[in-house]
């Protein structure tokens, strides 16, 4: 079956790590991914018992769902990120029954802890590193993260 999320997670994958195609087989599936001049192509043997009975419209339009809208890059301008320092399972608060250590628009200093990053069963504290406020959060609760993956935008004070 063809996940939408699963092409936007292709999507992400060779936009961080610069990569111009990518091959994804799983059973009778097979999802290409191609970037050129024009944007990405998606291509693939899909066979008619591999696909969902609901498509999405169009592959590009499902595409230009995984891509970030030009409004919301506007907006980012003058954002500083706060990067994973290491690989491993982001985790939004100390415990599943805490609320997260912060949210869009929670105020936070250098000192400030954002979050919490689990390596081969080592749960590090994250700090903030930098003072502003909480934009935009760009992971989830038990999301696995790459080192220098942007976890959070801050809009610095002023």
Known sequence: MIDVQQIRELIQLMVENDLSEIRVREGETTISLRKGPAGFHIAGGFTPAAMP???PPTVSQALQLAAPPSAEKAQDEGLIPI????????????????PPYVSVGTDIGPDSPVCIIEAMKVFNEIKADVSGTIERVLVKNEDP???GQPLFLVRPPG
């Not at 990067?83 to 805490?98: C, I, K, L, R």
Request: proline share 9%; charged share 15%; glycine share 4%.
């Open 145 to 147: 993260v790459e080192y």
């Open 83 to 98: 990067v994973s320092p290491m690989v491993g399972t982001f985790y939004a608060s100390s415990d599943p029954d805490s």
């Open 53 to 55: 009975a609901a498509m």
